[in-house]
């Protein structure tokens, strides 16, 4: 295989969360192991959840488990910068990127202008609530033409653009961990693409980039796998090939439920503080939802990233054991 590309795309929400390590990790393993490229991309178009001093924590967690990145954001002399041929890597800086494949899809009518006010989705949002079911948008706006829209953007109306499903059709993709996977279209919402602040979804400036910045594998939590036939679909409309998917079961505590701040520790650098090694933690990590095949449990990095791949990530969730990763710690 040749131009492997892999990357780790986190949101700047906070600390790096020990699921967030692993999902590195086998990026890394993946891409090390093909002779590829790994890069450190930033997802910051949720303003809302943005926290100051989230990315140099998140740069410094992967340094410290010594996962390091070839393309991306780095932290040089106590400041951000880039390093690589695709950037900007941070999403806020790529608004008018997003912008101009938005204005694609909305030319070739696959996408729509959708001007409901808040009130109204709040609305409708509740009714379907109260009549069990699932809250989708109705589609009211799809209908408006395309030259009555922009009339109404260009007089200062709200607005956001939606992505325009098509009705009835089927969309598969392979996934590396769970096979083929189908899902309806008509079980799917239209998404929203660009929101009123002008910033993009995370389901818009993630297909923009995966495709610019040459993605060829797109690993990540399973809770991404609903999302991914939109994505799909977007490829298609856009006329880019899609990248080959690999969703991660999540990681569990021993009750199988999530792992969460609200158990006790779950961020790298609380695994730090407690003395961990980071080849303990990233040698107990790996062993997270996958295995090799000689069975071994005590490996180095670079012995991980002779044994890795993705046949032998299970598909139930990996189960995260305190008292097993205290034995190979
Ligand atoms: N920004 C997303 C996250 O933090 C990345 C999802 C993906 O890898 O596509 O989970």
């Not at 001093?53 to 992967?62: D, P």
Request: proline residues 4%; glycine residues 8%.
């Amino acid at each position: 295989m040749s131009d492997i590309k892999l990357r780790f795309a986190p949101s700047p929400t906070g600390y790096l969360h020990i699921g967030g390590l692993r999902t590195a990790l086998y990026n890394y393993l993946f891409a090390k192991k093909n002779g590829g490229k790994f890069v450190l991309r930033i997802e910051d178009t949720d303003r809302t959840r943005y926290v100051e001093g989230a990315i140099e924590n998140l740069i410094e967690s992967l340094e410290w488990a010594g996962i390091s990145h070839d393309e991306g954001v780095v932290v040089k002399d106590g400041k951000l910068t880039e390093v690589g041929d695709c950037g900007p890597y941070i999403q806020s800086e790529r608004l008018d990127i997003y912008k101009k494949y938005v204005d694609q899809l909305i030319e070739e009518g696959h996408a729509y202008y959708c001007f409901c006010s808040k009130e109204r989705l709040d609305n409708l949002r509740e009714e379907q609530r109260i009549k069990g079911k699932v809250p989708k948008y109705d589609g009211l706006c799809r209908g408006i033409p395309l030259e009555e829209a922009k009339k109404r953007v260009a007089a200062g109306e709200d607005y956001v653009v939606r992505l325009k499903l098509p009705k009835n059709k089927d969309i598969t993709f392979n996934d590396a961990v769970r096979g083929k996977v189908t899902i309806n279209t008509d079980e799917i919402d239209d998404q929203v693409l660009m929101k009123s602040d002008g910033f993009p979804t995370y389901h818009m400036a993630v297909i923009v980039d995966d495709h610019l910045m040459g993605i060829t594998h797109i690993v990540r939590g399973e809770e991404w796998l609903p999302s991914t036939p939109k994505h799909v679909y977007l490829y298609e409309c856009l006329g880019w090939e899609a990248p080959e998917f690999v969703h991660l079961p999540t990681v569990l505590n021993k009750d199988r439920k999530k792992l969460s701040k609200r158990q006790g520790d779950v961020s790298v650098e609380d695994f730090k503080k407690r003395g961990y090694l980071p080849e303990g933690i990233v040698n107990y990590l790996a062993l997270v939802g996958w295995s090799p095949e000689d069975g071994e449990e005590i490996m180095s990095l670079d012995e991980l990233v002779e044994k890795f791949s993705f046949d032998r990530v299970g598909k139930s969730g990996g189960i995260f054991d305190t008292d097993k990763l205290n034995w190979v710690n």
